[in-house]
T-cell receptor
Framework: AQSVTQLGSHVSVSEGALVLLRCNYS??????LFWYVQYPNQGLQLLLK??????LVKGINGFEAEFKKSETSFHLTKPSAHMSDAAEYFC???????????FGSGTRLSIRP | GAVVSQHPSRVICKSGTSVKIECRSL??????MFWYRQFPKQSLMLMAT?????????EQGVEKDKFLINHASLTLSTLTVTSAHPEDSSFYIC?????????????FGPGTRLTVL
């Protein structure tokens, strides 16, 4: 079955440190890939998306993700964490333009002062 | 970007009553909308796919008689939780894809917090 795996349900970094949130997908066919952020009691906001145009995708708020087919990964990074980055992050995949989106289990990012 | 709204944002109801949640695409038409359920500190679980002009498609394990979905127009889908019970308390989120793109970019509503007493 197609799935999205996020390693680490909780990641804590210091303010100014590198943020790395891991995501792997299970499929021999590269899907469309997304990273969403969710703040408490709110809906989801799209951070960035991979649509096969470029393997390194830049998103909003300084985040970027790199698609690595050999590793079936789409990890999210940010060079320097900010307190406002504290939120829940979801990796997601869609296997065709008309298919439903499959979400990973989410990673809660905490930022230490 | 495209905007999806949900109403109400919060609702508290007594056990046994029915609750209707609306999902609207404000500036685009959506022939398909998706309904998700999210338990505290968990991921989003797809409940059903709402199709304009036809029956909704429910995911395995989701009771279609419990969660009634009506996609009345190209901009409105409703989810009715019938005879709600405390275990139905959850955060319900809808989304709508923007048609015509090369990929399935979905726009999410802000969510509805349902609390059943």
């Amino acid at each position: 079955a197609q799935s999205v795996t996020q390693l680490g349900s909780h990641v804590s970094v210091s303010e100014g440190a590198l943020v790395l949130l891991r995501c792997n997908y299970s499929s021999s066919v590269p899907p469309y890939l997304f990273w969403y952020v969710q703040y408490p009691n709110q809906g989801l906001q799209l951070l960035l998306k991979y649509t096969s145009a470029a393997t390194l995708v830049k998103g909003i708020n300084g985040f970027e993700a790199e698609f690595k087919k050999s590793e079936t990964s789409f990890h999210l990074t940010k060079p320097s964490a900010h307190m406002s980055d504290a939120a829940e992050y979801f990796c997601a995949a869609a296997y065709s333009s008309a298919s439903k989106i499959i979400f990973g289990s989410g990673t809660r990012l905490s930022i230490r002062p | 970007g495209a905007v999806v709204s949900q109403h109400p944002s919060r609702v508290i109801c007594k056990s046994g009553t029915s609750v209707k949640i609306e999902c609207r695409s404000l500036d685009f038409q959506a022939t398909t909308m998706f309904w998700y359920r999210q338990f505290p500190k968990q991921s989003l679980m797809l409940m059903a796919t709402s199709n304009e002009g036809s029956k909704a498609t429910y995911e395995q394990g989701v009771e279609k008689d419990k969660f009634l979905i009506n996609h009345a127009s190209l901009t409105l889908s409703t989810l009715t939780v019938t005879s709600a019970h405390p275990e139905d308390s959850s955060f319900y989120i809808c989304s709508a894809p923007l048609a015509g793109g090369l990929y399935n970019e979905q726009f999410f509503g802000p969510g509805t917090r349902l609390t059943v007493l």
